[in-house]
């Protein structure tokens, strides 16, 4: 099977950087995108200019400046409405959908995401609606809403599988052996990342056979405890994250790496490991793999023999942390740590500030189990797991909860053009929004859990429930000369 998929594509890159290849440093994307967004600025070729700016704003998310990402994609989207592309503009909101989605404001990413597919669907481009169908499930994801978003996964890597489309398909592969591993499917899992990491590798993706490897160390650690090999693995990872300029992917696996070292007992190393990483989320404004770092230093500490007291204070900021990014299994993490070291709780949530001290046998722990992800960066930090080798969090669903206060309960439609309204109308606001919220991370009361609650959108056909339809990875079929079915893309955040 695996001979059938070509070499892997970076349909983000377009216009004049269609030379560039997924594998292409990101200084180098940088610097040949920001030179053909000066020259179609000059010449007032606003088309370019919303195609060259996609590819800044990528490079520039991608390499963690998160405030030149921002500035970018809005630029984008300017320039493609001002041009009267809305399959530009369709890719500029998917670009800012998945810089929220890295910087912890998740209501803004689903609305962005959400967006991006419809004004996808509109413009007749099937892969950008596929590629924000996918920053949505892996959004939800990350959120451990895996009932509503695995089938959608399911759905996606058939396609991928059935058109032979490499980067699609190592996507899907491992956000579902995420999903297994976070269920405690250790097996099943390791079998997907390492379907993925060959995949990737014949395909020469270098991106996602990085991250392959990281999930494969994952699992050599908490199902084999090979630490070793673990090491290994991530040190292969590691030097293409170098390579490649992969700021946030390198952060995250440096998160794994200490991750690792922990399980092993190596506890001072594992704290130096998590101080590095936490230092690296700090630097670029993540505020996800920031607060993870943080509870695996803390975890580390407790071991060193840091105060009782103050590993109680830390466990509780940080759950109050994580439920303001919207990571609704905060509790359910830092309860865990608070029980692997006989911390007390005033309110029996796992969350209060509690004065208890450390038992003297560890107890397993899952800790970020379910916090897998892929925020944003290179899949934004593809799945964090645990610290400890109990077995993991079950994933948390909510019903409706992505619903904002008076907008009822019903789940934005994505199967169809059936709102009757262009999405364009939509777009203003929500850009505006983003605006206002370019330095803040998401509300609590804000954040959904998913956009599919009680209905996953079907890849094929919405009305007959029959499955993927030729010639788009989205239900929608394409116009004439609207990219072609083999770059369906579904690479949400790398």
């Known amino acids: 099977m695996h001979g059938m998929y070509g070499k892997a594509s970076a349909p983000e890159y377009q216009g004049a950087l269609t030379t560039l290849s997924v594998n292409s440093s990101l200084v180098d994307v940088l610097a040949a995108g920001t030179a053909q967004l000066r020259a179609a600025e000059r010449s007032g070729a606003q088309a370019e200019a919303a195609r060259s700016g996609l590819a800044v704003a990528e490079a520039h998310r991608r390499l963690g400046q998160v405030g030149d990402a921002d500035r970018a994609w809005k630029a984008s989207y300017r320039a493609a409405r001002a041009a009267g592309d809305t399959a530009a503009m369709a ?124 999930g494969l160390a994952d699992i050599v650690s908490v199902r084999d405890g090979d630490a070793d090999r673990a090491l290994e693995l991530l040190g292969e990872a590691e030097v293409s994250c170098r390579e490649m300029n992969l700021s946030s992917a390198l952060a995250y696996n440096h998160k794994m790496r200490g991750n690792v070292l922990y399980r092993a007992g190596r506890h001072a190393q594992a704290r130096d490991v998590y101080e590095q990483a936490l230092t690296e989320f700090r630097a670029m404004g993540e505020p996800r793999g920031e607060a993870l770092s943080r509870l695996g230093l803390a975890k580390s500490l407790a071991r060193l023999g840091r105060d009782p007291g103050e590993t109680a204070a830390e466990l509780a900021d940080l759950a109050q942390v994580l439920q303001r990014i919207g990571l609704r299994h905060a509790h359910r993490m830092v309860a865990r740590a608070q029980a692997e070291f006989g911390i007390d709780t005033a309110d029996g949530t796992g969350t209060g500030t509690g004065t208890g001290g450390r038992r003297t046998a560890p107890a397993e722990s899952g800790a970020g189990a379910a916090t897998q992800a892929v925020s944003g960066t290179e899949r934004a930090g593809q799945a964090e797991g645990g610290t400890g080798s109990a077995a993991p969090a079950e994933p948390v669903v909510t019903a409706a ?68 339809r030729d010639g788009s990875a989205s239900g929608v079929a394409p116009r004439p000369g609207a990219p072609t079915a083999d770059r369906t893309g579904a690479r949400s955040g790398r």
């Open 91 to 214: 890719w500029a909101l998917w670009s800012g959908g998945t810089l929220a989605r890295q910087r912890g404001a998740l209501p803004l990413a689903w609305r962005l995401l959400r967006l991006a597919a419809e004004l996808g669907e509109h413009g007749g481009d099937i892969v950008v609606r596929g590629y924000s169908l996918a920053g949505m499930a892996e959004t939800g994801r990350i959120q451990g809403d895996y009932a509503a978003v695995g089938a959608l996964h399911e759905q996606l890597l058939a396609e991928a599988r059935r058109r032979g489309e490499a980067r699609h398909t190592v996507w899907a592969l491992e956000g579902i052996a995420q999903m297994h591993r976070n269920s405690g499917s250790y097996d099943t899992a390791y079998a997907m990342f390492e379907e993925a990491a060959e995949i990737a590798g014949r395909a020469d993706d270098r991106r996602g056979h990085a991250w392959a490897l990281r």
């Open 401 to 468: 909860p992505w619903a904002e206060p008076g907008t009822g309960t019903t789940p934005p439609t994505l199967a169809g053009a059936d709102t009757g309204a262009h999405p364009a109308r939509q777009v203003e606001a929500v850009v505006e929004e983003a605006e206002r919220a370019a330095a803040t991370t998401g509300t609590a009361a804000q954040v959904p859990a998913s956009p599919f609650a009680g209905t996953v959108p079907c890849v094929g056909s919405p009305a007959n429930g029959s499955g993927q």
